[in-house]
């Protein structure tokens, strides 16, 4: 279990995050809002990767966390392997500088195989499609195996195919009594696969089942907020 309470974040002079109390069980939460609604803020906060200026946070444990950031903010150039880069998920056991234990290399391995994979080992990461690459980013989170794993954005370009698969391992982290929080923009896809969600717009609008939260009513709320604090965001500038 994990808990929020009074979270408040900034970024520069400008709140990011503000008041926000929420708790996260097992199983599958989304975190809903308008783009600048400090949903990334709020998920690498949860990491330890962004340290609020007010409130305190419960029940992470230290290497229990695997954070996926936006796709779009990873370098695709770097010239990186497939295997290579989900091996950095073993880091947290066999450290940054020793080679990677049998063991860990039969779970880089079937990491590969689990995501569709298997003959891509050694395909540089520049050369993948984005449904593949977002795949390799999963495999690596297959091979750190923490219970608490964030997702931000997670189905972003990718294809259906990639999409369903992506979601079919969700639902396994969720059978496995796993912590799964995913900032999305898909409220139809919420709806059909994550039982909860905070709706957040610089601070809570709402949290509880999905099909409450994403209310006409709590959506419209969570725009106006988002509008209001650019607004102000334009004005400090």
């Known amino acids: 279990m994990i808990g929020l309470v009074h979270i408040t974040c900034r970024q520069g002079r400008l709140v990011a995050v503000e008041d926000v109390s929420v708790t996260f069980g097992p199983g599958l939460h989304a975190v809903a809002g308008p783009n600048g609604a400090g949903k990334t803020t709020l998920l690498r906060t949860i990491a330890g990767l962004h340290r609020p200026v007010s ?31 989900v091996s950095l998920g073993a880091w947290a056991q066999t450290g940054a500088f020793r080679p990677i234990s049998p063991e860990a290399s039969d779970k880089v391995e079937a990491a590969l195989s689990r995501m569709g994979l298997g003959g891509l080992g050694s395909r540089l990461i520049s050369d993948l499609s984005a449904g593949q690459f977002q795949r390799v980013l999963f495999a690596r989170l297959i091979v ?29 982290w969720d059978a496995q009594g796993r912590i799964v929080i995913a900032v999305l923009h898909d409220n139809e896809m919420i709806l059909q696969h994550f039982p909860t969600t905070l709706l957040l717009a610089r601070h809570m609008i709402a949290s509880g ?9 709590n959506r419209l709320e969570a725009r106006l907020a988002a509008e209001r604090w650019s607004e102000t965001a334009k004005a400090a500038a």
Do not use: K, M, N
């Open 55 to 85: 409130g305190e946070i419960s029940g992470i444990v230290a290497g229990q966390v695997a954070l996926l950031p936006q796709s779009g903010g990873i370098d695709r150039q770097f010239p990186i392997t497939c295997r290579e880069l």
């Open 144 to 172: 750190q195996d923490t219970s608490v794993i964030l997702l931000d954005e997670p189905f972003t370009a990718v294809d259906a195919a990639t999409e369903a698969d992506l979601l079919d391992l969700l639902h396994e």
């Open 209 to 217: 089942p999905s099909t409450d939260v994403l209310r006409p009513g």
